[in-house]
T-cell receptor, first 113, second 112 residues
Framework: ETGVTQSPTHLIKTRGQQVTLRCSSQ?????VSWYQQALGQGPQFIFQYYREEENGRGNFPPRFSGLQFPNYSSELNVNALELDDSALYLC????????????FGPGTRLLVL | GENVEQHPSTLSVQEGDSAVIKCTYS??????FPWYKQELGKRPQLIIDIRSNVGEKKDQRIAVTLNKTAKHFSLHITETQPEDSAVYFC???????????FGTGTRLKVLA
């Protein structure tokens, strides 16, 4: 059984650019959630994808968008990057969408200059 | 909106002592409460969880208690060891919302 993987591990962008982060869910998991973790803070829920559809969203603007593919891997896209978007972006997969144990990936550290 | 408060933000204990971290949640419908340990530069890892139909759960040196009336749950680590040093996060989940609300974290230092 393979764990959750994310790519890239680190990324540097400038303000106004766009970024795409990728997540491969754990084998057999059909649900992926994305989180933003600022330095010294807890993870903040961005959204969840279940069977290729967005299933729940936190307090993030529409410039944060995502996709889930038939193999349940997922992408997080952020447009018009702002300095405050600098953070660790974590994805977590679970067996189903409802109240299941989440397994986190190692994260992508994004720096916006 | 939903909120989870976590205290203390930092905690230092001597090796072998116990550590207690407390969380309070705002949504009375929350029904699943995991605890994660995050070491520096690493991913959060689930260490224990509890569902709302249970008041207490134990796994070796780690235990979690839940008081639904007070909307309060706590992590207890006994016989602490230096490798317990990390940041611990609590979270609350409500069925149908599909989202976990995390606390702000507790940095635990176990002094040898």
């Amino acid at each position: 059984e393979t764990g959750v993987t994310q790519s890239p591990t680190h990324l540097i962008k400038t303000r106004g650019q766009q970024v795409t982060l990728r997540c491969s869910s754990q084998s057999g998991h059909n649900t992926v959630s994305w989180y933003q973790q600022a330095l010294g803070q807890g993870p903040q829920f961005i959204f969840q994808y279940y069977r290729e559809e967005e299933n729940g969203r936190g307090n993030f603007p529409p410039r944060f968008s995502g996709l889930q593919f038939p193999n349940y891997s997922s992408e997080l896209n952020v447009n018009a990057l702002e300095l405050d978007d600098s953070a660790l972006y974590l994805c977590a997969s679970s067996l189903e969408r409802e109240g299941q144990t989440q397994y986190f990936g190692p994260g992508t550290r994004l720096l916006v200059l | 909106g939903e909120n989870v408060e976590q205290h203390p933000s930092t905690l230092s204990v001597q090796e072998g002592d116990s550590a207690v971290i407390k969380c309070t949640y705002s949504d009375s419908a929350s029904n699943y409460f995991p605890w994660y340990k995050q070491e520096l530069g690493k991913r959060p890892q689930l260490i224990i969880d509890i569902r709302s139909n249970v008041g207490e759960k134990k796994d070796q040196r780690i235990a979690v208690t839940l008081n639904k009336t007070a909307k309060h749950f706590s992590l207890h680590i006994t016989e602490t060891q230096p490798e317990d040093s990390a940041v611990y996060f609590c979270a609350a989940y409500t069925s149908g919302t599909y989202k976990y609300i995390f606390g702000t974290g507790t940095r635990l230092k176990v002094l040898a």
